[in-house]
């Protein structure tokens, strides 16, 4: 995603890994209102463990092995954990003309309920570290930038197959491709008419996955597990869907996750919500990590090769997981 305003520009390891992870057990304080329903407990060891598998593949950029092979990974998962896939492939037309194969993935619970909740994140990763002052040309890991939302979704999708008691509302998860392509920062000659970062929410904004789809909103996920995070309220976010900003702002501070959920509205950004605002007409809000601390918009290890592992910490995974649960079953 880039700033409006400066452009800038298996299994058995999870298996294992799920055995601490059972129910919540935090008891409710008596102050909360007996309609309030307590989610299952979103498991950080296990969203944790699909970050690193996400690395495993390498870089996720368009045309790159990695990328494939992610992506059948995320279609296999979702299968399992018995959600309707639908891979919509497209052509990315990227910043320097050329045109590659990419595919959103869509993965539904409960498909024919009405009331339906987007959780998104994007799959693909960054192909050069063009912020960073070394190998500017290489492509990043993004354990951040990719895959840490994908992680938090994956741990979502499998915590409502696991429950025993289904949700009424459907939820669609869309993992959207191509996020990451848009022009590098030593391009001078910019086309300011297009946006080519965010390309696959563009398309999907503009071609439903579904004829005459509609969703009650959305929450976009974007860098969700760098140690130290702060999701301030993006301006976009504000500007579309201010009510949702808010549930889910208040919901972090009920159960406790206010030291990451800050409420102070900060600029906006672009990345994937706005295209489903602006062209799909639907409520999306971004919970993304921002730096108020430097120059540097995001998180510091952005669009670096330093994006790996080591940044990641498995309480911001939990925080963002734990509070969407929480969201979802009080819907
Ligand atoms: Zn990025």
New binding site residues.
Partial sequence: ?KWITLLYGSLLASIILLESCQRETKEQTTQEISTYHNPPEFCADSAFYYVQKQLTFGPRYLGSHGHQQCGDFLVKELERFKFHVIQQNFDATLYNGKILKARNIIGSYQPTATKRIILAA?WD??PFADQDTIRKNDPIL?AN??ASGVAVLLEIARVLHNDTIPLKIGIDIIFFDA??YGEPTWIEEKNYSQTY?CLGSQYWAKNKHIPNYRAYYGILL??VGARNATFTMEGNSMEYAPKIVKKVWDTAERIGYSQYFVKQETPSVIDDHYFVNRYGGIPMIDIIHYNDDNNEP?FSD??KHSDNLEQIDKNVLKAVGQTLLHVLYNE
């Fill in positions: 995603m994007h990763t960054r993004g930038d990719g996020e990451d970062y974007d860098m995001f952005w669009h």
